[in-house]
């Protein structure tokens, strides 16, 4: 039989596909501690289904394939037929079930359903992390071809490809883009930017998702515009220059090779640190992992930079107006740096320092539901009316529920998941910005900064 996700990377080699499914999953738990996690798992699951009041996906669609219990047991019943002595003695006595190609397509099917959000974990009475056994099934299938290939794709390309970033942007594309918005900055904000590119002894190297040079020039503006007024030691590297990491979502040994891309670019420069911009996924892949891969003490230290903004502002070296944004404001916490309690507080204190009208969803913080589309699956954009319609459809109702204007969303793949949500749920006087957008409209320039009349007019003067 054939796989039937019409998502995934075509072909798909189906040629013995159950022996090199397990032996494919046999080498991972050889090689990694994924082996304890499931032994774990085995022993204490209880498929009470507690996880069901947790997760928004469900809660939405009311399939059962679609409980995080359920789902994690695809992969534990393999486990514990072809993994543990007792699936071996049962085995032997023929009273085991056998792995086929239908089950695999099942569970491929299934782990795609899920965005891998995490939440379910603070419910379970056990602590079972379903979505670490729904990222382990994902990559055991990634390693027998089965990838949505919107990921794989992208990856190779950022990997294996010519630009080496998911969005194939060109270094002078990049370079050319950064140009504009100092331009743009100039004229629309009376504002002086720079954008540095391969400065060598930097203290930081900025990574953002790469998309944001194509589609969040604002962000991008207000990152640079942080960074000029407070005197901020950064740079671009031309050598890799993308934060995106797809292998959190589907495959370790793709999450470790992106990140020591971008340890490799900090070293290149002579630099110090790895500043993540607005991108949830790519903040957890390098401040978890760097530290796994990229050599222990030894790796650059990770900050996002809505910490190094909060800590220039509480020290005195960034002046934003209070209450400069007079519309309602509410904020999204991307379920990748909120979940495990990382980033929450920091966006809420600069934000109820510019915001006039700040409102919360209910609920949020370490419980805010996820927007639909993580784990990868935003990117995947032939399963678009299931993600914004079921597995966004509790988001649509926080974000109606808070009357706002503005939605700040500091991650590439939230923004992109909520305008869809926002669009197909008919929010439309709803505008998804990033957080950077609006420390931008609150800057309290300092003098360098500030482009007098004049400067202006001669820099729209056309050249002899």
């Not at 543990?84 to 190609?101: K, M, N, Q, V």
């Not at 040994?253 to 900090?266: H, K, Q």
């Amino acid at each position: 039989m054939a796989i039937e996700c019409s998502y995934y990377l075509e072909p798909v080699d189906t040629t013995d596909l159950p022996h090199r499914f397990l032996d494919a999953f046999a080498a991972i738990l050889s090689h990694s501690n994924y082996a304890m996690v499931l032994d774990a798992a085995c022993r204490v699951t209880t498929r009470c289904g507690r996880c069901t009041s947790t997760c928004p996906v469900y809660q939405a669609s009311g399939d059962e394939r679609d409980i995080p219990c359920m789902r994690s047991e695809l992969l534990l019943k393999i486990y514990r037929r072809y993994f543990t002595p007792t699936g071996s003695i049962a085995a032997r006595f023929g009273s085991a079930f056998t792995l086929d190609e239908a089950y695999i397509n099942t569970l491929a099917e299934e782990v795609y359903r899920c965005t891998a959000c995490r939440r379910c974990k603070l419910e379970c009475p056990m602590g079972i992390d379903h979505g670490l056994i729904t990222h382990l099934s994902r990559w055991v299938l990634s390693e027998v071809g089965i990838v949505p290939k919107a990921l794989v794709v992208a990856t190779r390309e950022q990997l294996e490809g010519a630009t080496h970033n998911t969005s194939a942007i060109p270094v002078a594309a990049m370079k050319d883009t950064c140009e504009f918005l100092e331009e743009d900055c100039a004229e629309e904000h009376s504002l002086k930017i720079s954008f540095p590119i391969d400065q060598e002894g930097a203290e930081y190297v900025f990574f953002p998702a790469v998309s944001d040079y194509l589609l969040e020039p604002d962000t991008l503006m207000g990152n640079a515009a942080v960074m000029t007024a407070t005197g901020g030691s950064w740079t671009i590297g031309t050598g890799f220059f993308d934060g995106i990491n797809y292998g959190l979502f589907y495959s370790d040994r793709m999450l470790d090779r992106i990140v020591n891309s971008e340890a490799d670019e900090v070293r290149r420069l002579g630099a110090k640190k790895i500043l993540i911009g607005e991108c949830g996924h790519a903040s957890r892949s390098a401040y978890y992992f760097a530290h796994t891969f990229c050599g222990g003490k030894d790796a650059p230290e990770v900050v996002n930079f809505m910490e190094y903004t909060l800590k220039t502002l509480q020290d005195g070296r960034l002046n934003l107006k209070r209450g400069a944004i007079e519309e309602r404001v509410t904020y999204h916490d991307p379920c990748n740096i909120s979940r495990a309690g990382w980033i929450i507080e920091q966006p809420r204190e600069i934000l109820k320092h510019i915001c006039a009208d700040f409102v919360e969803m209910t609920p949020n913080r370490r419980e805010n539901y996820c927007c639909g589309g993580g784990g990868g699956t935003v990117s995947i954009d032939e399963i678009r009316e299931f993600r914004t319609m079921v597995g966004g459809a509790t988001k649509a109702e926080q974000i109606r529920r808070t009357g706002a204007k503005y939605l700040v969303a500091p991650c590439a793949n939230c923004k992109k998941q909520l305008r869809e949500i926002c669009e197909d749920h008919g929010l439309d006087e709803v505008s998804v910005v990033g957080l950077h957008d609006l420390v931008l409209k609150a800057l309290i320039p300092p003098k360098h900064m500030i482009i007098e009349d004049s400067e202006a007019e001669d820099a729209s003067l056309p050249e002899n």
